[in-house]
């Protein structure tokens, strides 16, 4: 009975985080590499994950065990109609990239993979609610049954990078998928007619000692407000991560991958019935962790980033176990194993949606990150306090002491920038060492110690950023992207990410001049030194326009073509309070065309460019699908015969 019922489990879950890696990879031709791309994704199949269990929840609830299995029998069926899993016959048009793309993406992801995600994501609670009816001596306790889901999820996730995309097409790995699922339908018809059979010759067995009836047992309001917490927070973590990892390394699966996979070993280990790492020694832990990424996060270290990507991992593996340890402590009876399982899927999208839809427009910064960080450290000590501690102001302290720390720290920034007082990195690692010493005598007092380091993370506003004084920033879909005044005041940058994107000079005389990447002494002045031995009109095509600044290679008569996908870059680049590439030094005619450069590529006109220039970057990453064999056979089609295509390869982590 065990074994079956984990089997189902196992293969349930390997199918769902299977399709994940999978559409995502389907979508990447559509809506390019950003990390907002795998965010959203996460983020819709929380949703189709809520959306599982909460009809899980109430056909456990308000159906007869035979309409049950009759309405369930048919949804699964019915999910077979979208088999396999392909894009829509429609073709994708380039405004998808341009307009709404967060919507865009959700359509399409329910429209490709929406009814059977969401029937597979019942499968798990329904399973294991069905094993509660039995009378197995385990019933009682059907939670341990998740390990197994949780094992398949993670096997799934890796399996496809490691094991299939190298050695398959999509349309192979979709009819595969398809082969499981109906494999799964058999096994969840056995499942169900073991369980129905053991229910008629078994009884429950009786509660031990003086617990009472699992059906008698309620759960309180505040409960299920700390199931949501403890979820929450995990799940805002999981998206904070994940695109710090993608936006300062590389916007590839497998490091979007990665945080999911230790997310869901988290589950394995909270709910296994051994418990391997203490909560007591996670406690002990997480402050010395949140120094770490706290100082990571104030002095905008970017060196050496493997190191630092390893503590953002580790900090997250370990908060998240401790969330999800907790989760396991609270779970209720099995009579409530649905609704658990429901409020649960709730928090993490709650979670998720924060991160992926709410911040974006309620921060022009990345903050939430550090926000869930803050919120981990808190609710990771939600323990019993030492009794020997004494109460230093009450609970008053909680708001006293870290508003004392922000007003000392304040005054120390704003007075270290004003002053000039040692160069900017050694000055930040000093105001932080001076916060973290104050914040870690309350490391025993988990809120007074997550609001210590709130406050010496906020003082980082009267800091000008490493790379100048802030005049100008946007955040959108596409990420955070700001103008600065660098330190010696000479030029304007853009930056996205910890990425310059561009500098132009602020004196008129050098104004014009292409700085950074695209120097006239660097790679691109050579190869325009080769490109204008040829005679003629030049016909020129950019992807990626940053501040314009190729545009001052534009000589008369010269035909260019920008091709953006963010709109706030093109704002900025037009904007001549910030740059004046495009509006004062183009001398040929210089036409910016919004979209995903791919997809707006394919309505140029064949062999239609002599110079075709590769330049589309997202932090300090090139959009993976602008680098597959179908987007240089695009290029090269789009190219005059003996035309030229430069691709800017540059990037600080990658070979």
């Not at 065990?2 to 559409?23: D, E, I, N, R």
């Not at 990239?97 to 329904?126: K, M, Y």
């Not at 993490?348 to 992926?356: D, R, Y």
Request: with cysteine; proline share 6%.
């Amino acid at each position: 009975m065990t074994g079956l019922f984990a089997s189902t489990l196992f293969l349930s879950a390997s199918l769902v985080f299977f399709v994940q890696p999978m559409v995502g990879k389907l979508m990447l031709p559509l809506f390019g590499g950003a990390p907002a791309v795998w965010q959203t994704s996460l983020v819709f199949f929380q949703a189709m994950l809520l959306a599982g269990y909460g009809y899980a929840h109430l056909s456990q609830k308000l159906m007869p065990p035979a309409a049950r299995l009759i309405v369930h029998f048919g949804l699964l069926g019915a999910a077979m109609l979208f088999l396999p899993i392909a894009l829509p016959a429609t073709p994708a048009a380039s405004d998808m990239t341009t307009d709404h793309q967060v919507w865009h993406l959700l359509r399409t992801l329910f429209t490709v993979a929406g009814l059977p995600f969401f029937i597979l994501s019942s499968t798990s609670p329904l399973l294991q609610a069905w094993f509660a009816s039995t009378g197995h001596h385990t019933a009682k306790d059907p939670y341990y049954l998740s390990v197994a889901s949780n094992l398949g999820s993670f096997a799934a996730l890796f399996a496809f990078p490691a094991l299939v995309e190298p050695f398959a097409t999509l349309r192979q790995a979709s009819s595969g998928w398809a082969v499981g699922y109906g494999v799964l339908i058999v096994l969840i018809g056995v499942c169900a007619w073991r369980s129905r059979q053991w229910s008629r010759t078994s009884s429950v067995s009786s509660p031990v000692g003086n617990e009472p009836p699992a059906e008698t047992v309620k759960v309180s309001w505040k409960t299920r407000g700390t199931w949501l917490a403890y979820a929450a927070v995990p799940s805002s973590l999981l998206l904070g991560v994940t695109s710090f990892i993608t936006t300062e390394v590389a916007s590839i699966p497998f490091l979007g991958i990665l945080p999911l996979g230790i997310y869901l070993a988290t589950f394995v280990l909270a709910f296994a019935r051994r418990r391997w790492i203490s909560i007591a020694l996670l406690q002990r832990l997480l402050p010395f962790a949140v120094l770490i990424l706290g100082y990571q996060l104030y002095t905008e270290s970017t060196h050496p980033i493997f190191l630092i990507v390893g503590f953002h991992l580790c900090f997250f593996f370990g908060a998240t176990l401790l969330c999800h340890s907790r989760l396991a402590d609270l779970r209720p009876a099995a009579s409530e194993l649905t609704s658990f399982y429901l409020w649960m899927s709730f928090g993490g999208v709650i979670g998720g949606l924060f991160n992926a839809l709410v911040a974006p427009h309620l921060f022009t910064g990345i903050h939430e990150y550090p926000l869930a960080i803050l919120l981990a450290a808190g609710l990771g000590g939600m323990a019993k306090q030492n009794p020997d501690l004494k109460p230093w102001l009450g609970r008053r302290g909680d708001l006293i002491v870290p508003a004392g720390i922000f007003i000392v720290m304040a005054m120390a920034a704003w007075q270290a920038q004003r002053s000039e007082w040692l160069e900017p990195l050694p000055r930040r690692v000093l105001l932080f060492s001076l916060g973290a010493v104050l914040a870690f005598f309350f490391k025993e007092r988990s809120w007074r110690f997550a609001l210590c380091m709130a406050a010496a993370l906020a003082s980082q506003a009267f800091l000008g950023s490493l790379h100048g004084k802030l005049i100008y920033a946007e955040r959108n879909f596409f990420g955070v992207s700001r103008v600065t005044i660098d330190p010696g005041g000479k030029s304007h940058r853009m930056v996205h990410g910890n990425t310059i994107h561009g500098r132009q000079f602020l004196d008129d005389l050098k104004r014009c001049e292409p700085l950074t990447y695209f120097h006239r002494t660097g790679p691109l002045g050579r190869i325009f030194t080769i490109f204008r031995g040829k005679p003629g009109k030049a016909r020129i095509g950019v992807t990626g326009l940053g501040c314009g600044a190729i545009a001052g290679f534009a000589l008369p008569g010269d035909r260019w073509d920008y091709y953006e996908i963010d709109p706030a870059v093109i704002r900025m680049a037009n904007d001549p309070k910030l740059f004046t590439f495009l509006t004062g030094c183009a001398r040929g005619l210089v036409t910016v065309i919004p979209g995903d450069a791919r997809l707006r590529l394919q309505e140029a006109a064949t062999e239609g460019y002599d110079l075709l220039i590769m330049d589309a970057f997202a932090s300090d990453t090139i959009p993976l699908h602008l680098l597959t064999r179908e987007a240089m056979r695009l290029y090269l089609d789009k190219l005059a015969p003996e035309g030229l295509l430069a691709v800017n390869i540059s990037n600080r982590y990658l070979e």
